[in-house]
């Protein structure tokens, strides 16, 4: 029960700070994450997508960073995959003494615990860029940068000694945001070249909308890019209460699916009209509610996402045993190293 809880505040955290890329962007994002050993997981794991499909990935059980789609491995050769199998390998290590440091913070010796840390980049067509840095602590937030301010947000009080060793020189903002606008992006660059043909593919839903019960369902699946609007209609008007909008979910294929619930009464039902709005790259679908029975709107469309599930993960801070030292890690695709040696 308690690695089912550690594992489920690592989805929900994930849920909350994947960063979902507009239309007309690309994205790059690294996840890493330390668990406590002695449990059915590894011990540290790292995981790469651009535009939310998977392209690399390392953990210490297989101990070498691997492709994950064709394109990477036919563009990439043997010496790039050792040089991040040998920066993965050292990166175990310093994550492993970071959530030691994070269980002395919390005054924590045993148990399941999680050190996150998500290092993600935006590009939009127009030249606009965006980028993150955001770590966190058994599936909670941890700290932040703001890459407006160059100063970092330390929700928890464990991580304020941390906020200000990091402003009091501003060495660790400026090397996240030059890397963030500058490295990031380049590599952010080369892998969708890589995989044009499939990134910039477009899979439009499948739409269903039935009852179910005091509710109707609207469900989408079968859509990539991820990107997608749901909304409700009553007799042609925005409805904007008693909706409930579910998290956009992969399927097995590398296509995503979202569902939307709207609580309603048969009366309301019986007396007015219901319809689903489904907004994706471009397309509106809309979809009448019949009650009593399923409408299926099915839009042919292609491409393919792969997102891992427990594995996607928002970082937190490399910290040495002894208090209040701080570990770089080594450089790498997914984040620069630091300049920083607090």
Not at 202 to 222: I, M
Not at 289 to 309: D, E, K, M, Q, R
Request: overall charge neutral; aromatic content about 10%.
């Amino acid at each position: 029960m308690e690695y089912s809880n550690a594992i489920m505040k690592v989805l929900v955290f994930l849920a909350c700070t994947t960063h979902l890329a507009l239309a007309g962007s690309h994205s790059l994002q690294y996840f890493y994450t330390a668990v406590t050993p002695g449990i059915n997981f590894p011990e540290y794991t790292s995981v790469g997508l651009v535009d939310g499909e998977q392209i690399v990935y390392c953990d210490s059980n297989i101990r070498k960073n691997i492709p994950k789609t064709e394109w990477m491995e036919k563009n990439e050769g043997a010496e790039y995959w050792d040089r991040q199998t040998q920066i993965c390998l050292r990166q175990q290590k310093n994550f492993k003494v970071n959530l030691g440091t994070a269980m002395g913070r919390f005054n924590q010796t045993k148990g399941v615990h999680t050190v996150q840390r998500m290092v993600a980049c935006e590009l939009d067509d127009d030249g606009t860029k965006r980028g993150y840095r955001q770590d966190a602590y058994d599936g909670e937030d941890f700290i932040s940068l703001d890459m407006n301010t160059q100063t970092w947000t330390a929700p928890k009080p464990q991580a304020v000694i941390t906020k200000n060793k990091w402003e009091a020189t501003g060495v660790a903002a400026t090397h996240y945001k030059n890397y963030l606008e500058n490295t990031c992006i380049e590599s952010l660059q080369k892998y969708v070249s890589y995989g044009r043909d499939t990134l910039e593919r477009k899979d439009h839903p499948e739409v269903s909308v039935f009852q179910k019960d005091s509710s109707a369902v609207c469900h989408a699946t079968g859509f990539f890019p991820k990107a997608v609007m749901i909304s409700w209609q009553k007799d042609g008007e925005d409805v904007n209460e008693n909706v409930e909008l579910r998290e956009t979910l992969p399927n097995h294929d590398g296509t995503f699916q979202k569902k939307s619930i709207l609580i309603l009464s048969p009366e309301e039902l019986k007396n007015h009209k219901y319809t689903c709005v489904v907004q994706h790259s471009g397309l509106d679908i809309v979809m009448p509610l019949h009650p009593g029975g399923v409408s299926v709107g099915v839009i042919v469309g292609v491409v393919a996402v792969l997102l891992l599930v427990l594995i996607g993960c928002v970082g937190f801070f490399i910290w040495r045993k002894k208090k209040n030292d701080f570990k770089p890690v080594a450089a790498s695709d997914g984040e620069g190293s630091s300049t920083s040696s607090k």
